[in-house]
């Protein structure tokens, strides 16, 4: 059996001397695994909100073309990773081979839901099974790879396997969230009414305390009220987040002129650093969770404003952030309700 890099490096096709997610194109056969890897048996993807969002749209939101998309970027690449917005998702499986040198718990027959992203992981597609678009899942039949050093959860006994996924899914946000938000701090969910921002304004409300205010910025009414139902902040409001000064204005209003401490953007459209950097106020912190987010946009528009802002770009990897989202769902039973309907 042959030996495997921790990181995937022996995996990589193209260009040489990459690692596998910046790679172009990486070996995806699944015949025999390297002495380090795992195999999983795939059942479903979990797509990466900005990049099912463009698929779709490409697609003209037609099924067989999504599925043809989806086919064509993994016979081309050997993983799925959009080639438009360079990010992927994650997946849920059952472990069908372990090697030898491999260092870990798991053992075969394992349910575990990988927490790297589909645009580093070894995939094989053999059929598309279903398309869920309004949860961004796909089933499928086909393997992948998980490498040494890629973080996995198992399942767990107490939700849907669904619910679990849809969930972990996010897990960076509101573990990071949870980490970033202190007592007594002034919070903006820029996208609060979607997958991402419902868990983040739970976490951040939790942790700012009755002390502090969570202001959460939907794009419809519909998702506003999907938070507000669930009483997961303090103020609601509907604003078009490519319209910074809409979004600034509405939050001076709110904050007497003072902004910001901590502004999250969850969102899945492009064009929305700006609302993100104006509505924070001078030395706090902007966490752009959204794989839509142009690092360029972001640092070039807080020069141009005279911002002096922190601004962290959305690891979809923070320790613990496995257990502290399953967490959300167990302490809040409206969120549980709302993901298991929507989601699972």
Known sequence: MK??????????????GVLPQPADVIDNNMDEIYDNEVLIDVKTL???????????????????????????????AGKHK????????????????IGPAYVGDLKVGDKIATLVSLSLTPLRIDEILE?????????????????????????????????????LDVAGAPAQTAKLVKPGQTVVVIGGGGKSGLLCLYEAKKRAGVTGKVIC????????????????????M???????????NKIMEETDGQLADIVINCVNIENTEMASILACKDDGLVYFFSMATSFTKAALGAEGVGKDVNMIIGNGYTK?????????????????????????
């Open 3 to 16: 030996k495997g890099c921790p990181y995937g490096t022996h995996r990589v096709i193209s260009p040489k």
């Open 131 to 167: 398309v869920r678009p309004e949860i961004d899942q796909v089933d499928i039949k086909g393997q992948a790879i998980l490498f040494q050093s890629g973080i996995y959860a198992k399942l767990p006994d107490d939700m849907p396997e669904g619910l679990a996924l849809s969930a």
């Open 46 to 76: 979990n797509i990466d909100s900005a990049s099912f969002t463009e698929i779709e749209k490409r697609a003209g939101g037609d099924i067989e073309k999504i599925k043809e998309t989806m086919m064509g970027i993994v016979a081309k």
């Open 217 to 236: 910025i939907a794009g419809s009414p519909k998702s506003e009220a999907r938070a507000k139902n669930l009483d997961l902040a303090d103020v609601y």
């Open 320 to 344: 613990g952030h496995a257990a502290i989202t399953l967490q959300c769902l167990r302490e809040h039973e409206g969120l549980r309700n709302l993901f298991a309907e929507m989601y699972a």
């Open 82 to 97: 959009n080639p438009w917005t360079g990010s992927g998702g994650m997946l849920i499986g059952t472990v069908a081979e």
């Open 238 to 248: 509907v604003a078009d987040a490519t319209d910074a000064v809409e979004v600034y």
